[in-house]
């Protein structure tokens, strides 16, 4: 990594973190989160008849603060330069008011959470994005680093430029794992159905989904649906179903762009991290 | 232990006793036997041997790649290093000595650190290569880990860099997979016995298709600040053929994190 590269990860990353109390608490519906208006468009296949969307991809606005508010990783940028807040709409398209349906114990636990991350004291405060850990789906799809998609005869692979996360996809009909067999990617299988590749994703650990505290529980079942709109286009939607922390289903929305076909190199994370417990949680101030 | 003892099992069900064992029990690989039809083994679409499959090794490499009686804990095995003996200027033998001694503090494995080349590939975990045209990808199920090997032509990138893993770039040669690896870093073993190797490490890497269903794998090792000469380790990488067989994970330092998230309280009612 270059210091120029490494110096913007470090500026993002602050960027995000500083962020973090603007939003907390804060209310936004889901108008305005609409997909690119739809072209005919027929990609190219593959020899096993998938549409080839093959290569680098990048969120529009990414950036894990929040779903139901999510702040542009350029935010801190645009307020400088051109003197105005950037408010991003919900990523949350269903429901229509575009919040996150908890039952009232997730949503107290949720706003609990979201506290705690700007002054941590205790380990479960950390995020687990600080301690490189895999952030799952559909968090992956929301997150800065781009993912590199490969498709085999069978399968699709995403790989993230972070945290060597992968997931390997298969679309050969086979069933899932067993249940007591639990990923930190889930267990995927897919199925293109003309444009759109729909992705059941089963065996959750459970996750966080934001720094403020979303999470679903080892019960959630995540129906995945990848569309190419054009060439440079992918509009990822994410149906989550988890009835034991929220009142019914709810779907998010986020659409990327292609980048440069550039060659992805190592993103070791673990190697070099010092334990966030050991700077975060001993922050004067942070202690109670 | 599933991923080592049950593929040991079926395999000693499978051949015929005597030699063939002998040599699949974690000997040096003999190589492709001669006279092998190589135009029964998969092809991609432009005409190279296609590596593509899950695949994994059934040896005790992982622990010592030189030949070791077994321990608790730690089968005995045949090593990997063709002649056995590991060349170390006098100084390294000393410090390999140590590390041994020490290995269960001072190996990067303890620490869940990527655990580099060649030693990724000889865990006790299975890995999946995908192969293009212009670069095979090499996932691993141990910590997620990932191998760009890109074989379009392009050179490696100026250095130094310190990677766990190096940079690898690779050519065929006939049916061979060469892959040339450099940039590493000094933090990595070869296995649990404490034998390492200095940023100087330069592998050269080649994945032979000896049948559809096995790979010979060897690879020479050069590192002049830490051997008096170049070495040769080989094995033989087993394709996984159990169905619906598919990487799992194993995120070694997330263990103790587990139970934190998504909340304590969720956990712990799981």
Redesign the interface.
Known sequence: MSTTRLTWACATYAVLWLSTAAVTGQERKGTGNQPPAAKPWAPARL?DGQPDVQGIWSAVNPGSTSLTNPISVNADFDQRAKGVEVRLPSRIIDPPDGQLPYQPWAAA?QKQ?GDAYNKPTK??HID?QH????SGVPRLYTVAPAFKI?Q?PGSI?F?WDE????R?V?LDG??H?GPD?K???GDGRGRWDGNTLTIETTNV????LTYIGD????KARIVERLTPVDANTLTYEATVDDPSVFTRAWTMRVTHRRRPDD??????C??GNVPPDTWLLNAEGNKK | MRLLVSPCLVLTMLLPLGAPLRSAAGGAAQGPRAGASSASIPRT?DGKPDL?GIWQVMNSAAWDIQDHAAQKGVPGGQGVVEGNDLPYQPWALARKKENYERRATLDPEAR???PGVPRLTYMPFPF?I?Q?PNEV?I?YEY????R?I?TNG?PHPRGPID???G?SRGRWEGTTLVIDVVHFND?TWFDRAGNFHSDALHLTERYTLTDPDHITYSVTVEDPKVFTRPWNMSMVLYRHKEK?F????Y?C??FD??K????????SA?
């Open positions: 020899a636990l959470q380990p479960e687990p301690r490189c850990l895999m490969i085999a692979v790989i945290y060597h996360a992968y390997v298969a086979r069933p794992v067999v990923l930190w990617m650990k459970g996750a966080r999470f679903y529980s080892d060659e992805m190199w190592e993103t070791a673990h190697e | 679409s593509s869940c650190y990527l999946q995908i293009k990808t996932l910590v997620h880990a990932v760009y890109f392009t990677w766990w893993l940079d933090k619906n598919q990487l799992l994970d995120e330092y997330g994190f587990e934190l998230y998504p909340f304590p309280e969720v956990s799981k």
